[in-house]
């Protein structure tokens, strides 16, 4: 298997997505409503009136069209390179391989199931048909992920960090990610992609602790799996 040669990046993924999110709601919500505004503009202006004796010795306006699709055409292109621009920049912050000084998890999907295992701590957190795993994580800690896949291609997805990442067969990933606040999110983790029948049953509970909570269940569970 080969592994990705990224260096660190960030790990607060959700700050920078929803960052993104906050640039393309207003401009796509604009764009909705100059056009909407737009076409209730030109159906009044220009709609028939064959009753209209001005109607045929109106001036035509066509010479005029060049200039207002190439005003047009500029617009949208800074407004696409905007969002390129901005779009590339956090994915490529949030790509980055794992930082390498956090805690390391090594995570393994396989049909239909999540496997979870600390290496340092000598825990796993195994997922079966009736029960699916839990990843136990202490919060404000750089949490150094390892993803794998023993047989078609999976995507681990926290829909609360806006983080998913493939997970491909040959293929070796690292990440990191933060949790900043503790709490449990029943099915808080899922396969986003679709890898067979029973693909909807392919989740994961999320149990982010204090630290010192985190000591303990770590003591408690060293050397044992679950």
């Known amino acids: 298997m080969r592994r990705a040669g990224y260096v660190a990046g960030v790990t607060d993924t959700r700050h ?11 401009i796509g919500a604009a764009v909705v409503l100059l056009v909407a505004l737009l076409v209730v503009a030109f159906a009044w202006r220009y709609r028939a009136r064959p009753d209209d004796p001005d109607e045929q010795r109106r001036p035509s306006r066509i010479h005029r069209a060049p200039r207002t699709e ?13 969002l390129l621009w901005r779009t ?10 794992a930082s390498g000084r956090g805690l390391g998890v090594l995570v393994t999907a ?3 199931h999540w496997r979870f295992d600390y290496p340092r701590l000598r825990i796993v957190q195994r997922g079966t048909d009736d029960a699916p795993p839990t990843l136990v994580v202490p919060a404000r800690r750089t949490i150094d992920f390892t993803l794998r896949s023993l047989d078609v291609i999976h995507a681990f997805w926290i829909p609360d960090r806006r ?11 690292s990440f990191s990610l933060v949790f900043p606040r503790t709490g449990f999110w029943r099915y808080g983790g899922e396969c986003s992609e679709y890898c067979g029948l ?14 010192a909570a985190f000591a303990r269940w770590t003591r ?6 679950a």
């Open 163 to 173: 983080f998913k990442r493939d997970a491909t067969p040959g293929f070796v990933s």
């Open 110 to 112: 396989s049909k239909w």
């Open 198 to 211: 029973r693909h909807t049953w392919m989740k994961f509970h999320v149990a982010v602790v204090s630290p």
């Open 88 to 97: 590339y920049t956090v994915e490529g912050r949030t790509d980055h391989a």
């Open 16 to 26: 920078e997505y929803d960052t993104l999110a906050g640039l393309y709601v207003p």
């Open 220 to 225: 408690a569970r060293q050397g044992g799996a």
């Open 70 to 82: 190439a005003l047009y055409v500029l617009v949208l292109a800074c407004v696409a390179a905007l």
